[in-house]
């Protein structure tokens, strides 16, 4: 059974970083297809930054630079570092492993004040 487990939000100002973690736990021998995702009151979810299935990075065109995915393949771990925080970017951020059929964390607050 595959499980993804999020960590690293908060509360932070404009400016400020934060570092989000992604546990995949079960059966997973590759992090491609795996990514975050982000979802504001009242919007839909949109992807933020994800490996695809070759492994190259995809970001979103509102990253700007600002943040970087990487990953850790022997702790099955992904993380999102987000540099330069907007108030725009106030979400629930998930998780997602793109299989047979899609896996998501519980997603965990980032919260940027002006």
């Known amino acids: 059974q595959v499980q993804l487990a999020e960590s690293g939000g908060g509360l932070v100002q404009a400016g400020g970083s934060l570092r989000l973690s992604c546990v995949a736990s079960?059966?997973?021998?590759?992090?491609?297809?795996m990514g975050w995702y982000r979802q504001a009151p009242g919007k839909q979810r949109e992807l933020v930054a994800r490996?695809?299935?070759?492994?190259?990075?995809v970001y979103a065109s509102f990253v700007k630079a600002r943040f970087t995915l990487s990953r850790d393949v022997a702790k099955k771990t992904v993380y999102l570092q987000m540099n330069s925080l907007e108030p725009e970017d106030t979400a629930v951020y998930y998780c997602?492993?793109?299989?047979?059929?899609?896996?998501w964390g519980q997603g965990t607050q980032v919260t940027v004040s002006s």
């Open positions: 997602k492993l793109e299989r047979l059929r899609d896996y």
């Open positions: 490996f695809d299935n070759s492994g190259t990075t």
């Open positions: 079960g059966s997973i021998f590759s992090l491609n297809g």
